[in-house]
């Protein structure tokens, strides 16, 4: 994730991308964004839940059919 904004970018989502991709940032990256813009991590409860496999879906599938 770049640490600079481009010119056409929605300012929201770029901090927003920021906050939930923290740890993937080099520690620079956090320093500037805490020091200089006052950002912080996203808490666990604003994260989005975990996107779902494959093979999770094919079982839940297969779940819902032996309830029918």
Avoid at 43 to 63: E, H, W
């Amino acid at each position: 994730m770049p640490l600079a904004a481009e010119e056409a970018d929605d300012l929201g989502a770029w901090v927003k991308a920021q906050r939930l991709d923290w740890e993937q940032l080099l520690p620079a990256q956090r320093w500037m964004l805490e020091d200089m813009l006052h950002l912080t991590s996203a808490q666990a409860s604003k994260r989005p839940p975990a996107p779902r496999t494959q093979a999770a879906l094919v079982r839940d599938r297969g779940c819902l059919a032996d309830t029918r």
